[in-house]
């Protein structure tokens, strides 16, 4: 069992910054691939960015302007967002797969409950 916790989301001027971050439980965080996914009100959740063993991935949308990061040692998975804009305005979660990296959410096992992000324009 995984528990993800994600934090770091909040208001931001569009062309700001801001980093996400996904704090897991369990002593095989290693193990496991990360992913970031988005979604917002009567829309399927988006990817955005997925971290494993092998390298990472990041959604065309964000390319060039977010960056997935982990820190083994601290169980931890970062989002890094530069250059926001207002269509990045969603609730953000953090997800844990056995295996590799995927961009499909039904592919992942844990959910962490999400963090805001609003971009004002």
């Known amino acids: 069992q995984v528990q993800l916790v994600e934090s770091g989301g909040g208001l931001v001027q569009a062309g700001g910054s801001l980093r996400l971050s996904c704090a897991a439980s369990?002593?095989?965080?290693?193990?496991?691939?990360m992913g970031w996914f988005r979604q917002t009100p009567g829309k399927e959740r988006e990817f955005v960015a997925a971290i494993s063993w092998s390298g990472d991935s990041t959604a065309d949308s964000v390319k060039g302007r977010f960056t997935i990061s982990r820190d083994n040692a601290k169980n931890t998975v970062f989002l890094q967002m530069n250059n926001l804009k207002p269509e990045d305005t969603a609730l953000y979660y953090c997800?844990?797969?056995?295996?590799?990296?995927?961009?499909?959410?039904?592919?992942?096992?844990?959910w962490g409950r999400g963090t805001q992000v609003t971009v004002s324009s």
């Open positions: 997800a844990a797969k056995f295996g590799g990296k995927s961009a499909r959410a039904n592919d992942y096992d844990y």
């Open positions: 369990g002593r095989t965080f290693s193990s496991y691939s």
